[in-house]
């Protein structure tokens, strides 16, 4: 009898942050992984580089999701590499900060063109592509919860994904598929640190009950229980990452 053949997983937004380190630990399971970027070429490359050396197997991908043909271009490479996905990892995403009074309508109109619209398409290939038994995995936030000023826009899209999420669950557990959504709180990657002094960042560590921030393998980790065989009865469920800050 021929063996099953090894899962493969697409993750968004993995050249870098909480997404390469979530590339990492799935190849360390032996999981293939297509790693996808919009821009981080280099990046990308470092990754599959750093994976296939340890003997995983990983392909980079570039793709922007808030176009409209990503998706589908993401899945067809999937199939054409390893033959099928059974992982989506919804990670990439893009934040701008500001007071109600200050955010412009490109910075709002971005944000949800990728973290809503473009997991909207992701999850759409997924219902309609992913083999059975397969997992899926969408990236919310800790400020779903927080309500923080000055995330308003940021926080609207992340409670989109937690919507989504809950009801593609239900639509995709007859043929055995898991939705869930991982909700870090602040984490030590170049989208949360840049642009924050020294002053914000001890303040914002200061707020968690350990006193730092969340490191990506921490998130990784357990990204890596949800896309596994044994979260079988974790279905339709927000878990919020972040050390007990909220």
């Known amino acids: 009898m021929p063996d099953k053949p090894s899962p493969v997983a697409i993750v968004t937004g993995s050249s870098r942050g909480i997404g390469a380190a979530i590339a990492e630990r799935l190849t360390a399971d032996g999981i293939a992984v ?15 580089q750093r994976i296939t050396a340890a003997g995983g197997r990983a392909l980079a991908v570039q793709a922007d999701i808030a176009d409209p043909g990503s998706a589908a271009a993401l899945f067809d490479a999937a199939e054409q590499a390893y033959g099928g996905v059974d992982i989506l990892v919804n990670n990439a995403g893009t934040m701008a900060l500001g007071l109600f009074a200050e955010l412009s309508d490109a910075d709002v109109a971005r944000q949800f063109e990728v973290n809503v619209t473009g997991v909207f398409r992701t999850l759409r290939e997924a219902a309609r592509r992913l083999r059975d038994g397969g997992r899926i995995v969408n990236f919310s ?17 992340k409670a989109a994904v937690e919507a989504m999420t809950h009801v593609l669950a239900k639509e995709l557990a007859q043929r055995g598929i898991t939705v869930n959504a991982v909700a870090p709180g602040p984490t030590e990657t170049d989208m949360f640190l840049n642009g924050k002094t020294d002053d914000q960042l001890r303040a914002m560590a200061a707020m968690n009950p350990f006193g ?31 050390g007990g800050v909220v």
Request: glycine fraction near 8%; avoid cysteine; aromatic fraction near 12%.
């Open 212 to 242: 730092r921030f969340g490191r990506p393998p921490e998130i990784a980790d357990v990204v890596a229980f949800l896309a596994s065989r044994e979260a079988s009865w974790v279905n339709g469920q927000t878990l919020r990452v972040n």
């Open 34 to 48: 297509i790693i996808n970027y919009a821009q981080g070429r280099e990046a990308a490359a470092q990754v599959v």
């Open 141 to 157: 936030s800790s400020v779903v919860g927080l309500y923080q000023p000055r995330y308003g826009a940021y926080a609207a899209t």
